[in-house]
């Protein structure tokens, strides 16, 4: 990782010689303070959620029990990294997109063993015919990096700010939120309207490009103008990953559409978001995770050495939210709601969750800004023995630079 990190710095170095290309060093340190309160079914805990199907005992999901902890740290990921621009002539430009996440609390990589993971990638950009990328990147239906279309211009808290404080991530789900050997190409803009669309061939072993690696296909378009902005794109998902099957279950392809974007009132500016999801492994994310449970006989089954199907959530999800200044600072306001089915039963099977939050950030400098977040999360489903609630409240430090 260290020699990794060196000569990515060097390359970057060197670069600067040539007048021809543009190299800089970005990132954020983000860091605070979390007081979490959780009620939640089994594994449903800050900050990872569950990591495996939940199973049936008696009709009822096992409880977790309620819990509170505080803890160093907060929802961002803070992160470091290089881009670089080479201008080949007036048209054409080659374009490097280096990011690493780590945790500021104790200095550990976000996934360890993997540099730059947030995104790796090569491209060649083109003012007459688009930009086409190479290498490991964000999901289009995401909030995250460069190739990430759904990010905090449809939602104030974009995908990050938290375990539960707001956002589509919440009622819906980022699943496989960045993949290895993505193919990604944005169309030149057109009056504002662009296209774009994002292959991925799976894990680079020898399973890469075949049937036994996760595949991901996504297209989508944006139209952004000086007050509003509105994206819209569907992905889908061929899961074969471990961490996705755990109980040797097969799963099937998984299939999302998101529509989101805002307006730019005076003097707030409203976002919103719209989510179909279907065969979807788990909904939520980070502390509001949860697989979708399968009944005990399904599970027995399972540990039997039969291969079972898990079918997983459809659901439809919506949130709305809107900014505005205050004080000096900026005001952020987030609410969301989902109704869907668990399908690998076919009673008790319906669900509806909820989370809000409510947010104050206070700049102190151009690049340092402080920070106090609320958030709430509740799920009312029929495999639960009561309704699920959490809640917790941030207070943070972050610089840009």
Known sequence: MKKLITLAVLAAAASVASAETKVEVFGFLDQGLTFIHENSNKGMMAPVGQRAPNVLKNGKVA????????????????????????????????LVHLEQGFLADDGAEYIKGKAFERESSLGIESKTWGTLKMGR??????????????????????????????????????????????????????????????????????????????????????YTQP?????????????????????????????????GGHYKFEPATVYGTVQYMKNIAYIGGYATKEFAPVTA?????????????????????????????????????????????????????????????LGYVYPLSKRTSVYGIGGFFLQHADWQEKNIKSRELIVGLMHRF
């Open 63 to 94: 409880r977790q029990g309620a819990t509170s902890h505080y803890m160093e740290g907060t929802g961002n990921v803070s992160t470091w990294g290089i881009k670089a621009r080479e201008e080949l002539n007036s048209d054409w430009s080659v």
């Open 137 to 222: 990147m964000p999901a289009m239906l995401t909030g995250s990096g460069t190739t990430g279309l759904f990010n905090s211009r449809v939602n104030p808290f974009g995908a990050g700010w938290g375990n539960m404080t707001g956002g589509w991530k919440f009622v819906g789900t980022l699943a496989s939120a960045r993949h290895d050997n993505m193919i990604n190409y944005r169309s030149p803009s057109f009056g504002g309207l662009e296209f774009h669309y994002q292959y991925s061939n799976g894990a680079s072993d020898e399973n890469e490009g075949t049937s036994k690696t996760n595949r991901y296909m996504a297209a989508g378009v944006t």
């Open 227 to 259: 007050k509003y902005f509105v994206a819209l794109a569907a992905d889908w998902l061929n899961v074969q990953s471990a961490d996705l099957k755990v109980g040797g279950w097969k799963l099937r392809d998984a299939y999302k559409v998101l529509l």
């Open 297 to 357: 006989e399904q599970n027995t089954s399972a540990a039997d050495g039969k291969v079972g199907e898990n079918k997983g959530f459809k659901a439809l999800a919506f949130s709305l939210g809107t900014q505005f200044n205050a004080l000096g600072g900026t005001v952020k306001v987030s609410a969301g709601t989902a109704f869907g089915k668990n399908q690998n039963i076919t009673e008790n099977n319906d669900f509806y969750r909820f989370n809000a939050g």
